[in-house]
């Protein structure tokens, strides 16, 4: 069955410091791969998205996410973190066929100043 | 703003009652989905329709029910409430056009509180 996991439940980092959040997932074939974040008291907003081609991908507000297949990851990053950018964080999978979507349990992001 | 439009944005209710929550999808998108978010038990998928049709189902209660209606817009009945369906409900919804990875996109919830 489809799945997604995020191995870290709360990372803290300084402000400044770089970020990489860890997101597996199985599936048979290379699924539709998502990162979302939810500020508190917020729905869930789309970061970037990865579904073909270039496997390193760009998305808003600073972040991008590598897709690798032989390690079934799609590892979040961003350089340079900001206090903004404490939060929950997401990856999700969807699969080829239906729209069968599976968020994986999310990881809080604490940024010291 | 993605949307996607939910009413009541908060709810405050007592154990045993019946309420429904209301979900817009985005102009043009056929799939609405809703998600339970507690603090305990993560984001859970509930059930999602396709225009009008169930289309698949999660974890969902019986105490619960949704439909969608023809002009898309969907609803999610919760009855017999118990303390424990106190959460964030999110609806999201999804185009299937060729051209679109089928993102969903999501509203900004409604805070269920059973007192």
């Known amino acids: 069955a489809q799945s997604v996991t995020q191995p870290d439940i709360h990372i803290t980092v300084s402000e400044g410091a770089s970020l990489e959040l860890r997101c597996n997932y199985s599936?048979?074939?290379?699924?539709?791969l998502f990162w979302y974040v939810q500020s508190p008291g917020q729905g869930l907003q789309l970061l970037l998205k990865?579904?073909?081609?270039?496997?390193l991908v760009q998305g808003i507000k600073g972040f991008e996410a590598e897709f690798k297949r032989s390690q079934s990851s799609f590892n979040l990053r961003k350089p340079s973190v900001h206090w903004s950018d404490a939060a929950e964080y997401f990856c999700a999978s969807r699969d080829n066929y239906g729209q069968n979507f599976v968020f994986g349990p999310g990881t809080r992001l604490s940024v010291l100043p | 703003d993605s949307g996607v439009t939910q009413t009541p944005k908060h709810l405050i209710t007592a154990t045993g009652q019946r309420v429904t929550l209301r979900c817009s999808p985005r102009s043009g998108d056929l799939s609405v989905y809703w998600y339970q978010q507690s603090l305990d038990q993560g984001l859970q998928f509930l059930i999602q329709y396709y225009n009008g049709e169930e289309r698949a189902k999660g974890n969902i209660l019986e105490r619960f029910s949704a439909q969608q209606f023809p002009d898309l817009h969907s609803e999610l009945n919760l009855s017999s409430l118990e303390l424990g369906d106190s959460a964030l409900y999110f609806c999201a919804s999804s185009s299937r056009t060729v051209s679109n990875t089928g993102e969903l996109f999501f509203g900004e919830g409604s805070r269920l509180t059973v007192l």
């Open positions: 990865y579904f073909s081609g270039d496997t």
């Open positions: 599936y048979g074939a290379t699924p539709y």
